[in-house]
Protein backbone atom coordinates (compact mmCIF):
# COMPACT_ATOMS: atom_id res chain seq x y z
CA UNK A 1 0.00 0.00 0.00
CA UNK A 2 2.90 2.59 0.51
CA UNK A 3 4.41 1.57 -2.39
CA UNK A 4 1.44 2.51 -4.38
CA UNK A 5 0.85 5.22 -2.40
CA UNK A 6 4.54 6.74 -3.10
CA UNK A 7 4.17 5.88 -6.75
CA UNK A 8 1.10 7.59 -7.14
CA UNK A 9 2.43 10.69 -5.35
CA UNK A 10 5.69 10.33 -7.55
CA UNK A 11 3.19 10.05 -11.12
CA UNK A 12 1.28 13.47 -9.83
CA UNK A 13 4.46 15.24 -8.90
CA UNK A 14 5.21 14.00 -12.39
CA UNK A 15 1.93 15.62 -13.97
CA UNK A 16 2.89 18.81 -12.42
CA UNK A 17 6.52 19.61 -13.24
CA UNK A 18 5.26 18.59 -17.17
CA UNK A 19 2.62 21.14 -16.95
CA UNK A 20 4.62 23.38 -15.40
CA UNK A 21 7.44 23.20 -17.51
CA UNK A 22 5.05 23.16 -20.47
CA UNK A 23 3.50 26.12 -19.36
CA UNK A 24 7.27 27.99 -19.29
CA UNK A 25 7.91 27.04 -22.30
CA UNK A 26 4.77 28.20 -23.71
CA UNK A 27 5.80 31.41 -21.93
CA UNK A 28 8.94 31.97 -23.21
CA UNK A 29 7.79 31.47 -26.69
CA UNK A 30 5.00 33.60 -26.42
CA UNK A 31 7.58 36.20 -25.08
CA UNK A 32 9.90 35.98 -27.45
CA UNK A 33 6.92 36.65 -29.83
CA UNK A 34 6.17 39.57 -27.83
CA UNK A 35 9.82 40.92 -28.31
CA UNK A 36 9.35 40.55 -32.22
CA UNK A 37 6.74 42.64 -32.08
CA UNK A 38 8.05 45.28 -30.11
CA UNK A 39 10.66 45.13 -32.61
CA UNK A 40 9.34 45.18 -35.58
CA UNK A 41 7.52 48.09 -34.23
CA UNK A 42 10.59 49.75 -33.32
CA UNK A 43 12.10 49.10 -36.65
CA UNK A 44 9.09 50.20 -38.20
CA UNK A 45 8.99 53.63 -36.22
CA UNK A 46 12.65 54.45 -36.55
CA UNK A 47 13.77 58.34 -37.79
CA UNK A 48 17.46 58.09 -38.08
CA UNK A 49 18.97 61.26 -38.97
CA UNK A 50 19.08 60.52 -43.10
CA UNK A 51 15.31 60.03 -43.07
CA UNK A 52 14.97 63.03 -41.01
CA UNK A 53 16.48 64.99 -43.34
CA UNK A 54 14.34 63.32 -46.20
CA UNK A 55 11.09 64.96 -44.17
CA UNK A 56 12.66 68.27 -43.55
CA UNK A 57 13.01 68.56 -47.76
CA UNK A 58 9.83 67.27 -48.54
CA UNK A 59 8.12 69.86 -45.49
CA UNK A 60 10.49 72.58 -47.35
CA UNK A 61 9.10 71.89 -50.67
CA UNK A 62 5.57 71.93 -49.74
CA UNK A 63 5.81 75.25 -47.58
CA UNK A 64 7.23 76.72 -51.10
CA UNK A 65 4.39 75.40 -52.85
CA UNK A 66 1.72 76.43 -50.40
CA UNK A 67 2.95 80.15 -50.59
CA UNK A 68 2.70 79.88 -53.76
CA UNK A 69 -1.23 79.14 -54.44
CA UNK A 70 -4.16 77.96 -52.37
CA UNK A 71 -5.08 73.98 -52.99
CA UNK A 72 -0.94 73.51 -54.09
CA UNK A 73 0.39 71.55 -51.00
CA UNK A 74 -1.16 69.38 -48.25
CA UNK A 75 0.32 72.71 -46.40
CA UNK A 76 -2.46 75.23 -46.58
CA UNK A 77 -0.08 78.14 -45.50
CA UNK A 78 -2.77 80.22 -44.51
CA UNK A 79 -2.39 83.93 -44.60
CA UNK A 80 -3.29 85.42 -40.58
CA UNK A 81 -3.71 88.95 -41.04
CA UNK A 82 -1.06 89.12 -38.47
CA UNK A 83 1.25 91.39 -38.36
CA UNK A 84 1.46 94.28 -36.16
CA UNK A 85 2.48 92.13 -33.09
CA UNK A 86 2.67 92.99 -29.16
CA UNK A 87 5.04 95.34 -27.80
CA UNK A 88 4.69 94.65 -24.39
CA UNK A 89 3.33 97.89 -23.34
CA UNK A 90 -0.11 97.02 -24.08
CA UNK A 91 -2.47 97.45 -20.94
CA UNK A 92 -5.74 96.86 -20.29
CA UNK A 93 -8.64 94.27 -19.47
CA UNK A 94 -9.61 91.68 -21.93
CA UNK A 95 -11.59 88.49 -22.60
CA UNK A 96 -10.17 85.46 -24.44
CA UNK A 97 -12.23 82.58 -25.51
CA UNK A 98 -9.80 79.58 -26.49
CA UNK A 99 -11.71 76.69 -28.28
CA UNK A 100 -9.82 73.77 -28.68
CA UNK A 101 -10.30 69.82 -29.58
CA UNK A 102 -11.33 68.92 -26.00
CA UNK A 103 -11.73 71.72 -23.84
CA UNK A 104 -13.27 75.44 -23.85
CA UNK A 105 -11.52 77.92 -21.97
CA UNK A 106 -12.38 81.53 -21.34
CA UNK A 107 -9.86 83.61 -19.94
CA UNK A 108 -10.09 86.96 -18.63
CA UNK A 109 -6.34 88.90 -18.70
CA UNK A 110 -4.98 92.33 -17.52
CA UNK A 111 -1.98 93.58 -19.19
CA UNK A 112 -0.02 96.47 -17.44
CA UNK A 113 1.87 97.35 -19.85
CA UNK A 114 5.46 95.35 -18.85
CA UNK A 115 6.32 92.51 -20.62
CA UNK A 116 6.70 90.36 -17.93
CA UNK A 117 3.71 91.63 -16.18
CA UNK A 118 0.34 89.17 -17.52
CA UNK A 119 -2.82 88.63 -14.81
CA UNK A 120 -5.21 86.28 -15.69
CA UNK A 121 -8.32 83.58 -14.74
CA UNK A 122 -9.04 80.91 -16.95
CA UNK A 123 -11.93 78.89 -16.13
CA UNK A 124 -11.84 75.29 -18.44
CA UNK A 125 -14.22 73.07 -19.26
CA UNK A 126 -14.29 69.88 -21.30
CA UNK A 127 -16.29 69.95 -24.19
CA UNK A 128 -19.47 67.54 -24.13
CA UNK A 129 -18.67 64.45 -27.02
CA UNK A 130 -21.97 65.00 -28.19
CA UNK A 131 -21.80 68.32 -29.62
CA UNK A 132 -18.67 67.55 -31.63
CA UNK A 133 -21.67 65.94 -34.59
CA UNK A 134 -24.64 68.24 -33.24
CA UNK A 135 -25.24 71.85 -35.02
CA UNK A 136 -23.68 75.38 -35.03
CA UNK A 137 -26.33 76.96 -33.53
CA UNK A 138 -25.91 74.32 -30.72
CA UNK A 139 -21.70 74.82 -30.07
CA UNK A 140 -21.93 78.18 -29.88
CA UNK A 141 -24.48 78.71 -27.87
CA UNK A 142 -22.79 76.31 -24.78
CA UNK A 143 -19.71 78.67 -25.82
CA UNK A 144 -21.59 81.31 -25.23
CA UNK A 145 -23.61 80.77 -22.07
CA UNK A 146 -19.98 78.99 -20.77
CA UNK A 147 -18.44 82.57 -21.39
CA UNK A 148 -21.47 84.57 -19.63
CA UNK A 149 -21.29 82.21 -16.50
CA UNK A 150 -17.39 83.11 -16.26
CA UNK A 151 -17.39 86.52 -17.02
CA UNK A 152 -20.64 87.81 -14.38
CA UNK A 153 -18.87 85.40 -11.29
CA UNK A 154 -15.18 87.52 -12.80
CA UNK A 155 -16.41 91.39 -12.67
CA UNK A 156 -16.55 93.30 -10.43
CA UNK A 157 -20.20 94.71 -11.41
CA UNK A 158 -21.80 92.67 -13.32
CA UNK A 159 -24.10 95.41 -14.59
CA UNK A 160 -21.29 97.51 -15.80
CA UNK A 161 -20.47 94.14 -17.98
CA UNK A 162 -24.08 94.49 -19.48
CA UNK A 163 -23.54 98.40 -20.50
CA UNK A 164 -19.57 98.79 -21.62
CA UNK A 165 -19.41 96.41 -24.57
CA UNK A 166 -16.52 94.78 -24.20
CA UNK A 167 -13.63 92.99 -26.45
CA UNK A 168 -12.88 89.37 -27.32
CA UNK A 169 -10.16 87.88 -29.05
CA UNK A 170 -11.48 84.32 -30.26
CA UNK A 171 -8.79 81.78 -30.74
CA UNK A 172 -10.55 79.06 -33.27
CA UNK A 173 -8.39 75.66 -33.46
CA UNK A 174 -8.93 74.13 -36.64
CA UNK A 175 -8.29 75.59 -40.25
CA UNK A 176 -9.96 78.67 -41.35
CA UNK A 177 -9.78 81.00 -44.57
CA UNK A 178 -9.54 84.64 -43.04
CA UNK A 179 -10.60 87.43 -44.85
CA UNK A 180 -9.38 89.89 -42.26
CA UNK A 181 -8.06 89.95 -38.79
CA UNK A 182 -11.77 89.89 -37.04
CA UNK A 183 -13.22 87.29 -39.62
CA UNK A 184 -12.79 84.03 -41.27
CA UNK A 185 -14.89 81.02 -42.80
CA UNK A 186 -14.16 77.29 -41.70
CA UNK A 187 -12.26 75.33 -44.38
CA UNK A 188 -12.74 71.66 -42.39
CA UNK A 189 -12.87 70.37 -39.52
CA UNK A 190 -10.03 68.23 -37.43
CA UNK A 191 -9.24 66.48 -34.08
CA UNK A 192 -12.60 64.47 -34.16
CA UNK A 193 -15.60 67.55 -34.78
CA UNK A 194 -18.02 66.88 -38.03
CA UNK A 195 -20.31 70.00 -37.71
CA UNK A 196 -21.17 69.69 -41.03
CA UNK A 197 -23.72 72.73 -41.58
CA UNK A 198 -20.48 75.21 -40.02
CA UNK A 199 -17.91 74.42 -43.37
CA UNK A 200 -17.86 78.18 -44.93
CA UNK A 201 -19.84 79.87 -42.34
CA UNK A 202 -18.23 83.40 -40.47
CA UNK A 203 -16.55 81.70 -37.38
CA UNK A 204 -16.71 85.39 -35.90
CA UNK A 205 -20.27 85.96 -36.62
CA UNK A 206 -21.72 82.67 -35.51
CA UNK A 207 -20.03 83.59 -31.85
CA UNK A 208 -21.63 87.28 -32.02
CA UNK A 209 -24.62 85.53 -32.86
CA UNK A 210 -24.81 83.13 -29.62
CA UNK A 211 -23.42 86.27 -27.48
CA UNK A 212 -26.41 88.03 -28.70
CA UNK A 213 -28.48 85.18 -27.77
CA UNK A 214 -26.91 84.82 -24.24
CA UNK A 215 -27.67 88.88 -23.75
CA UNK A 216 -23.53 89.54 -23.48
CA UNK A 217 -22.36 92.75 -24.99
CA UNK A 218 -18.84 91.79 -26.52
CA UNK A 219 -17.75 91.65 -29.72
CA UNK A 220 -14.85 89.60 -31.73
CA UNK A 221 -11.88 91.71 -31.40
CA UNK A 222 -9.53 89.06 -32.93
CA UNK A 223 -9.95 85.94 -34.85
CA UNK A 224 -6.65 83.80 -34.40
CA UNK A 225 -5.72 79.84 -34.30
CA UNK A 226 -4.49 78.77 -30.97
CA UNK A 227 -1.33 78.22 -32.58
CA UNK A 228 -1.12 81.70 -34.00
CA UNK A 229 -1.86 82.72 -30.26
CA UNK A 230 0.64 80.54 -28.47
CA UNK A 231 2.71 82.61 -31.33
CA UNK A 232 1.57 86.35 -30.43
CA UNK A 233 2.28 85.63 -26.81
CA UNK A 234 5.23 84.06 -26.40
CA UNK A 235 6.05 87.39 -28.99
CA UNK A 236 4.72 89.42 -25.90
CA UNK A 237 6.71 87.99 -23.73
CA UNK A 238 10.39 87.70 -26.13
CA UNK A 239 10.66 90.32 -28.87
CA UNK A 240 12.74 87.95 -30.79
CA UNK A 241 9.99 84.82 -31.08
CA UNK A 242 9.67 83.62 -35.05
CA UNK A 243 7.63 80.96 -34.64
CA UNK A 244 5.52 78.40 -32.75
CA UNK A 245 4.62 75.05 -32.67
CA UNK A 246 1.69 73.40 -30.48
CA UNK A 247 1.35 69.71 -29.16
CA UNK A 248 -2.51 68.96 -27.97
CA UNK A 249 -5.37 67.00 -29.22
CA UNK A 250 -3.76 68.09 -33.15
CA UNK A 251 -0.75 69.59 -33.94
CA UNK A 252 0.18 72.73 -35.78
CA UNK A 253 2.92 75.29 -36.67
CA UNK A 254 3.26 79.05 -37.37
CA UNK A 255 5.95 81.30 -38.16
CA UNK A 256 6.75 84.77 -39.47
CA UNK A 257 7.65 85.28 -43.03
CA UNK A 258 8.49 87.88 -45.39
CA UNK A 259 5.10 89.35 -46.70
CA UNK A 260 7.23 88.79 -50.84
CA UNK A 261 7.42 85.03 -50.44
CA UNK A 262 3.56 84.99 -50.02
CA UNK A 263 3.20 84.76 -54.03
CA UNK A 264 -0.93 83.99 -53.34
CA UNK A 265 -1.22 86.96 -51.64
CA UNK A 266 -0.88 88.79 -55.10
CA UNK A 267 0.71 91.89 -53.47
CA UNK A 268 -2.50 92.49 -50.63
CA UNK A 269 -0.35 92.35 -48.36
CA UNK A 270 2.26 95.33 -49.49
CA UNK A 271 2.18 97.26 -46.58
CA UNK A 272 3.45 94.74 -44.52
CA UNK A 273 7.26 93.45 -44.66
CA UNK A 274 6.29 89.95 -42.54
CA UNK A 275 3.08 88.15 -41.84
CA UNK A 276 2.45 85.07 -39.64
CA UNK A 277 1.69 82.43 -41.98
CA UNK A 278 -0.48 79.37 -39.88
CA UNK A 279 0.57 75.89 -41.70
CA UNK A 280 -1.56 73.93 -40.65
CA UNK A 281 0.49 70.80 -40.77
CA UNK A 282 -1.16 68.46 -39.51
CA UNK A 283 -2.28 67.26 -43.10
CA UNK A 284 1.41 67.09 -44.24
CA UNK A 285 2.27 64.00 -45.52
CA UNK A 286 5.75 62.38 -47.18
CA UNK A 287 6.69 58.57 -47.87
CA UNK A 288 9.42 59.20 -45.89
CA UNK A 289 7.26 60.00 -42.99
CA UNK A 290 7.95 56.41 -40.42
CA UNK A 291 3.98 55.04 -40.71
CA UNK A 292 3.48 50.90 -39.41
CA UNK A 293 0.45 49.07 -39.98
CA UNK A 294 -1.06 50.33 -36.59
CA UNK A 295 -1.10 53.65 -38.10
CA UNK A 296 -2.93 52.49 -41.50
CA UNK A 297 -5.22 50.78 -39.42
CA UNK A 298 -6.15 53.48 -37.30
CA UNK A 299 -6.23 55.69 -40.59
CA UNK A 300 -9.13 53.36 -41.94
CA UNK A 301 -11.30 53.59 -38.90
CA UNK A 302 -11.05 57.29 -38.51
CA UNK A 303 -13.81 59.37 -39.99
CA UNK A 304 -11.61 61.34 -41.70
CA UNK A 305 -9.64 59.09 -44.21
CA UNK A 306 -6.12 59.56 -45.90
CA UNK A 307 -6.41 63.32 -44.09
CA UNK A 308 -4.26 64.80 -41.26
CA UNK A 309 -1.65 62.52 -42.03
CA UNK A 310 1.15 64.07 -40.02
CA UNK A 311 -1.21 64.66 -37.06
CA UNK A 312 -2.44 61.00 -36.81
CA UNK A 313 1.43 59.94 -36.44
CA UNK A 314 1.80 62.32 -33.46
CA UNK A 315 -0.76 64.39 -31.49
CA UNK A 316 -2.80 62.96 -28.19
CA UNK A 317 -6.32 62.40 -29.96
CA UNK A 318 -4.80 59.74 -31.91
CA UNK A 319 -1.06 58.83 -29.85
CA UNK A 320 -3.65 56.80 -27.07
CA UNK A 321 -4.84 54.93 -29.66
CA UNK A 322 -1.81 53.56 -31.41
CA UNK A 323 -0.94 52.46 -28.28
CA UNK A 324 -4.11 50.66 -27.44
CA UNK A 325 -3.33 48.38 -30.83
CA UNK A 326 0.20 47.70 -30.17
CA UNK A 327 -1.12 46.24 -26.47
CA UNK A 328 -3.65 44.59 -28.27
CA UNK A 329 -1.44 42.73 -30.29
CA UNK A 330 0.87 42.17 -27.29
CA UNK A 331 -1.93 40.52 -25.66
CA UNK A 332 -3.09 38.47 -28.75
CA UNK A 333 0.83 36.89 -28.21
CA UNK A 334 1.32 36.39 -24.70
CA UNK A 335 -1.78 34.14 -23.33
CA UNK A 336 -1.05 35.69 -19.63
CA UNK A 337 -2.45 38.67 -20.62
CA UNK A 338 -5.68 36.92 -22.29
CA UNK A 339 -7.91 38.95 -19.35
CA UNK A 340 -7.01 42.59 -20.72
CA UNK A 341 -9.08 45.34 -20.58
CA UNK A 342 -12.33 45.12 -23.17
CA UNK A 343 -11.19 48.63 -23.51
CA UNK A 344 -8.28 47.13 -25.61
CA UNK A 345 -10.94 45.82 -28.43
CA UNK A 346 -12.68 49.12 -29.02
CA UNK A 347 -11.29 51.63 -31.21
CA UNK A 348 -10.54 55.45 -29.55
CA UNK A 349 -11.30 54.35 -26.50
CA UNK A 350 -7.94 54.32 -24.94
CA UNK A 351 -6.33 58.28 -25.27
CA UNK A 352 -3.20 60.43 -23.79
CA UNK A 353 -5.57 60.89 -20.70
CA UNK A 354 -7.57 57.29 -20.13
CA UNK A 355 -6.45 54.83 -17.80
CA UNK A 356 -6.77 51.10 -18.64
Avoid at 86 to 103: H, I, N
Avoid at 250 to 269: F, P, V
Avoid at 274 to 285: D, I, L, R, Y
Amino acid sequence: MGVVLVAGCSLGVCVVAAVMVGRSVKRRRGWKRVAKVVEEFEVACATPLGRLRQVVDAMAIEMHAGLASDGGSKLKMLITYVHNLPTGRERGTYYALDLGGTYIRVLRIKLAGERSSVRHVVHEQPIPHHLLTSTSEELFDFVAESLKTFSESEEDDPQHLQMEKRELGFTFSFPVQQRSPLSGTLIKWTKGFSIKDMIGKDISQCLEQALTRQGLNMKVAALINDTVGTFVLSHYLDKDTVAAVTFGTGTNACYLERSDAIIKSHGLLATSEFMVVNMEWGNFWSSHLPRTSYDVDLDVESCNLNEQGFEKLISGLYLGDIVRRVLLRVSQELEALAFASSKLHSPFTLTYSTHL
